[in-house]
């Protein structure tokens, strides 16, 4: 897809669809009443007659003779008082989206300019959308044509005095689209095509392409290592797992490391354990965090931030053979810890036990895992909301800040020192599992363990890692969810992380400040937007 930007009127810019921003506001954008001036008056008239609601995602296309382009599309944008900047990748999804479904090639956008949106930001956020709403979610049907068509060119037409700030915006969006896009197709293929080899290959690939470097461990050398923790959730199947490290490299000049660790469980059936057969087959998408490290790593690979910048992926299958791990065995993780197995579809937070632990080892001075982790946390947040959960007030706070551009939903849970109880076993140091009572926290808890006293966030994505439904630039299935962010937190690192061969006095003075900054702009945990994921069964 290709996108510029043009500073042309709207009415004759050479497009196959226009786009207006449609507010519920009483006064219209400047450009909507030139291009009705233009067309007669039939918006106008859609205004009074009440067709016309004006409401967030409203669309209604209506023809043009008199314009340049074929097709008019008016796209509700709510009141002005509640828009963010997050709109407008919403605006340029659904404006996509009708060009494709009507046969369209082209479609032209035009920015509102009666809002204050930076423009760096709304041309990322704009080039996201777009991309996004490209997302094939079925590639398996041999019939195309319920697909519609490709949308190969979009412009976006703003002022002239923008447009450097614009383009930068959008030479960023695309990269981060891109991979939100690669993150989404290796969730949405099926485990028989998405194996822990595949997985490894994708990162490979894109190290290749970015110049990453990129480790991957089989399973004598994950046993070498002592990785029992992981080794007990691969030891039922015959697919070979795989522990993948993929490095950036941005800046010899410190040690400060972000290290972002994911869940690549690339088919989960409960081992032992197993899960009922209704919904099975979303499974498939266990993976999630594993491709999000994957798509994150690309990016920053692309990008190249002035930051260092690891990535764990704990690649295996969970399943039930004579081979597989027992509710009430004992495994020891790469760090020494014993685990006692109550529930072997409690695997998630067993690799990545082991994943912490390297990743540490690797250098990582800071970490964030993301997974698909608990059922609970749909219970707790339904399918809008991320959970998130950490050691660390300042970088919780940063990575809070990281997120504010993209309407993705974001909520915190604690981790109280009480808490700690419902990971104790009677024979060993840990268990894995504590029946309902807080779920979500004894995963964090237990997640806790190994990662000692470096500063940590997990995200819990197993409601907001699926869109059962279309949803402005959100196409049903995969959703990429928290790859901008944690792209953005590697940046922020970047731009305020001490430079030389920094002490832990230093790392903590430089995230106190990031704290203090995020608590100044506003960064509560919350964020605006949405994102609509399907039903997940994963561990109780």
């Not at 896009?181 to 595949?198: F, G, K």
């Not at 053979?321 to 695997?347: L, Y």
């Not at 991320?386 to 800040?401: E, I, K, P, W, Y």
Request: proline fraction near 5%; include cysteine.
């Amino acid at each position: 897809m290709k996108i510029q930007v043009s500073h042309e009127k709207p009415q004759r810019v050479a497009a196959e669809m226009l786009a207006l921003p449609i507010f519920a506001d009483p006064e219209p954008e400047d450009a909507v009443v030139s291009v009705d001036r233009s067309m007669g008056g039939i918006i106008r008239e859609l205004y009074r007659n009440g067709e016309l609601k004006r409401r967030e995602d409203e669309l209604h296309v209506i023809p043009s003779t008199k314009l340049r382009a074929k097709r008019v599309a008016l796209i509700g944008l709510g009141s002005k008082a509640h828009f963010s900047a997050a709109g407008i990748q919403r605006f340029a999804g659904l404006a996509v989206r009708a060009a494709s479904r009507r046969g369209l090639t082209s479609v032209a956008c035009v920015l509102p300019e009666s809002v204050a949106l930076d423009p760096a930001e709304a041309g990322e956020l704009f080039a996201e959308g777009a991309l996004m709403a490209t997302f094939d979610p079925a590639p398996y049907r041999s019939n195309n044509e319920s697909r519609g068509a490709e949308v190969k060119s979009v412009i976006l037409i703003a002022p002239a005095a923008n447009a450097r700030s614009l383009k930068a915006g959008i030479a960023r969006g695309l990269a981060l689209g891109e991979a939100v896009n690669a993150v989404r197709e290796m969730v949405n293929l099926p485990s028989n095509d998405m194996t822990p080899s595949h997985l490894a290959e994708r990162a490979k690939a894109f190290g290749k392409q970015h110049g990453l470097k990129v480790t991957v461990l089989d399973r004598a050398e994950m046993k070498r290592m002592g990785m029992g923790s992981f080794l007990s959730v691969s030891a039922g199947s015959e697919e070979p797992p795989k522990m993948i490290a993929i490095e950036y490299r941005g800046d010899k000049s410190t040690k400060t490391t972000l290290g972002l660790v994911g869940k690549g469980i690339t088919f989960d059936t409960g081992g032992i354990s197993l899960k009922p057969a209704q919904d099975m087959d979303a499974m498939k998408g266990d993976m999630a965090g594993g491709a999000t490290v994957i798509g994150a790593m690309a990016a920053i690979g692309q990008l190249k931030p002035k930051v260092n910048v690891i990535g764990i992926v704990c690649a295996t299958e969970n399943m039930p053979s004579g081979k597989a791990t027992k509710p009430g065995d004992i495994v020891r993780a790469m760090n020494g810890k014993s685990i006692e197995i109550i529930n072997t579809d409690a695997e998630g937070r067993l690799v990545l036990a082991d994943g912490l632990c390297w990743a540490r080892k690797l250098g990582a001075t800071h970490l964030l895992d993301i997974a698909t982790l608990t059922g609970a946390a749909v219970v707790a947040f339904g399918h809008t909301t991320t959970g998130v959960m950490s050691n660390d007030r300042a970088l919780v706070d940063l990575f809070h800040q990281a997120t504010a551009p993209y309407g993705e939903r974001y909520w915190e849970l604690p981790l109280f020192p009480e808490y700690a109880e419902l990971i104790k076993s009677p024979i060993a140091d840990m268990k894995n599992s504590g029946g309902r009572p807080a779920g979500t926290i004894f995963g964090a808890m237990f997640l806790k363990e190994f990662v000692e006293d470096v500063p940590w966030v997990h995200l819990d994505i197993a409601g907001t890692s699926w869109a059962e439904k279309d949803g402005g630039h959100i196409v049903k299935g995969p959703t990429g969810v928290a790859l901008r962010p944690m792209v953005r937190l590697a940046e922020l690192m970047a731009t305020r992380a001490p430079h030389g061969h920094a002490d832990e006095a230093a790392q903590r003075r430089f995230l106190a400040t990031s704290s203090a900054e995020a608590a100044h702009k506003g960064g509560n945990g919350k964020s605006s937007g949405r994102v609509r994921a399907r039903r997940s069964r994963a561990p109780r």
